[in-house]
């Protein structure tokens, strides 16, 4: 009998302790609104992008896409997460990257890490400005992709747009441009 009693005691505590880390995590979550009160400026104005993107409706597109932006760390920094997948829902490219601050320059960087086991590390320039970050970087280990530029524009509340260029004999060229919309 005090065997089964330790044991019913121990899956209390084990109980418990679950359903604490479980409310942590949800008390951690920050939306762009309730950012932790020391969270640096730039991040608490980047955090924007917080929530779900998809490609303008107006556009037509082979691939769907949803491009998602989730604040950890009490909104100090954002990790994200793109997703392509074809006409049979199969996924055919994703990226997961983190967002932060740097505190030595007090700008905004991302490294991501993609599909095809390439990563890239860029940071924000210096002719940012409120509501348009650009970001350059490198990516190591792609024969696709290596220096680029992410600019990344603030259309209104529910709108940004993206723009993606690759240099190439020291020249920026435009390779893509996505009009996003917030999903609803």
Known sequence: MKKIAGILGLLLILLAAHAWASSERQSSAV?????????????????????????DSSAKRKLSEEYSFTPILEGRFLSSEEIYKD???AIVYRDFAVYGMDPDTKRLFFHAYNTDGSMDRSKEI??????AWIFEGTVYGSERFKDYRYSITRVDENHMRVLIELKKDGV?????????????
């Open 87 to 89: 006409e049979k829902g």
């Open 31 to 55: 939306s762009p609104k309730s950012a932790a009160a020391d969270t640096p400026e730039p991040m608490k104005r980047f955090l924007f992008v917080a929530g779900t993107w998809i490609p």
């Open 126 to 131: 210096e002719t940012s400005s409120a509501g």
């Open 172 to 184: 920026f060229s435009k390779y893509a441009e996505t009009l996003y919309q917030r999903k609803v």
